[in-house]
């Protein structure tokens, strides 16, 4: 049969359009948790740069991680990656790593798969405790479904390691303690690592309220929720970190030297408070004889120029525990 000529131009629009599309619309959309959490979006922000929305049953919600792929990766790849889990903070977003930080230059050609994933509201990756009802597990998110996920649809390996800011450094230390031998390497950047200290206890009950959330939502009252606050502190969990690779790091907050991008009302004398945290863990970790890497500088602010120095710092132990170095 012959084609008309129209025909044929049309044909031949239609082919170009599909050789020229994006590979976001067109995404394999694999991935999916033993919950039933699953990938339900996909958009290729560059060629290395993949943001995937999870549905996710933990969570209540559904969420977004942008990935960091190395050199070589496809989801049909016959061989898998490590991942490096990286965790915000407070009121913050999965771009932010991406964003305020050297991640993706430092990472560049190491054979690693890089996560930034949301971590709720106000980026404790934990599960909420709401009074009893629980509901927004972040941690079970985190924990559990995301890296089921990369493994069943991301060529992800179990070989895993995780860091984190402000109560997303915290969260990373939480999560490899009640997870012991899932991760090889955890890295803390002037994190939450001591809740229980009245110091950090008035920091975090602060940073939820200032997100516009109920303080006691997230582990209770500190006395009448004790044991509910003491699961979630990392000085009360530090023996299940022995051997567990670790990174602490926090400056002294006392100085107000100047920070290229300028420190925000209150930053110096947050990463203070934060110190006091940081400092009891270092030396509950000492009191224990778990070796542990420290970062722990003069002066400092709360802020992401500071934790984006301190994560090219920590990138050389956490990629020799990744077997990536």
């Given at each position: 049969m012959?084609?008309r000529?129209?025909a044929v131009v049309?044909?031949?629009g239609?082919?170009?359009c599909?050789?020229?599309?994006?590979?976001s619309?067109a995404p394999?959309?694999?991935g999916?948790?033993?919950d039933g959490?699953?990938?339900?979006?996909?958009?290729r922000?560059s060629p290395r740069i993949?943001?995937?929305?999870?549905?996710s049953p933990?969570?209540?919600?559904?969420?977004t991680?942008r990935?960091?792929l190395?050199?070589g990766?496809?989801?049909?790849a016959?061989?898998?990656w490590?991942v490096?889990?990286?965790?915000?903070?407070?009121?913050?977003?999965?771009?932010t790593w991406d964003?305020?930080?050297n991640?993706?230059?430092?990472?560049?050609?190491?054979p690693?798969i890089v996560?930034l994933p949301?971590?709720?509201?106000v980026g404790?990756y934990?599960?909420w405790w709401?009074?009893?009802?629980?509901?927004?597990?972040?941690?079970t998110?985190?924990?559990?479904e995301l890296?089921?996920?990369?493994?069943?649809?991301f060529?992800?390996s179990?070989?895993?390691?995780i860091?984190g800011v402000?109560t997303?450094?915290?969260a990373a230390l939480d999560?490899a303690?009640?997870?012991p031998?899932?991760?090889?390497?955890?890295?803390?950047?002037?994190?939450?690592?001591c809740?229980?200290?009245?110091?950090a206890?008035a920091v975090i009950?602060?940073?939820?309220a200032r997100?516009?959330?109920?303080?006691?939502?997230?582990?209770g009252?500190?006395?009448?929720?004790r044991?509910?606050w003491l699961?979630h502190?990392?000085?009360a969990l530090a023996?299940?970190l022995?051997g567990?690779?670790?990174?602490v790091?926090v400056?002294?907050?006392l100085s107000?030297?100047?920070?290229?991008?300028?420190?925000p009302?209150?930053?110096?004398?947050?990463e203070?408070?934060?110190?006091?945290?940081?400092?009891?863990?270092?030396?509950?970790?000492?009191?224990?004889?778990?070796p542990y890497?420290?970062d722990f500088?003069?002066?400092?602010?709360?802020n992401w120029w500071?934790w984006?120095r301190?994560?090219?710092?920590?990138?050389?132990?956490l990629?020799s525990?990744?077997?990536?170095g």
């Amino acid at each position: 049969m012959r084609i008309r000529r129209p025909a044929v131009v049309a044909l031949a629009g239609l082919t170009v359009c599909l050789l020229a599309a994006p590979a976001s619309a067109a995404p394999h959309l694999a991935g999916t948790a033993a919950d039933g959490a699953h990938v339900i979006a996909e958009t290729r922000v560059s060629p290395r740069i993949l943001d995937i929305t999870i549905a996710s049953p933990a969570a209540h919600a559904k969420t977004t991680v942008r990935l960091l792929l190395p050199p070589g990766w496809s989801p049909k790849a016959s061989r898998t990656w490590p991942v490096l889990y990286l965790l915000h903070g407070c009121c913050d977003t999965y771009q932010t790593w991406d964003l305020r930080t050297n991640v993706a230059k430092e990472t560049r050609g190491a054979p690693v798969i890089v996560a930034l994933p949301d971590g709720g509201p106000v980026g404790f990756y934990t599960n909420w405790w709401n009074f009893g009802r629980g509901g927004e597990d972040w941690e079970t998110y985190t924990a559990t479904e995301l890296p089921q996920i990369l493994r069943s649809g991301f060529r992800a390996s179990p070989l895993a390691a995780i860091g984190g800011v402000s109560t997303g450094g915290g969260a990373a230390l939480d999560i490899a303690a009640h997870h012991p031998g899932a991760y090889r390497a955890a890295a803390s950047y002037s994190g939450m690592d001591c809740t229980m200290l009245p110091a950090a206890t008035a920091v975090i009950l602060a940073t939820v309220a200032r997100a516009g959330v109920y303080p006691y939502s997230l582990w209770g009252d500190p006395v009448q929720q004790r044991p509910v606050w003491l699961g979630h502190d990392p000085c009360a969990l530090a023996r299940s970190l022995r051997g567990t690779q670790l990174f602490v790091s926090v400056g002294s907050g006392l100085s107000t030297a100047d920070t290229p991008t300028g420190c925000p009302p209150g930053g110096h004398f947050l990463e203070s408070m934060v110190a006091r945290a940081v400092h009891a863990f270092a030396g509950k970790l000492t009191r224990l004889g778990i070796p542990y890497t420290k970062d722990f500088y003069p002066g400092g602010c709360h802020n992401w120029w500071w934790w984006a120095r301190a994560f090219d710092k920590s990138w050389p132990i956490l990629e020799s525990a990744l077997g990536a170095g």
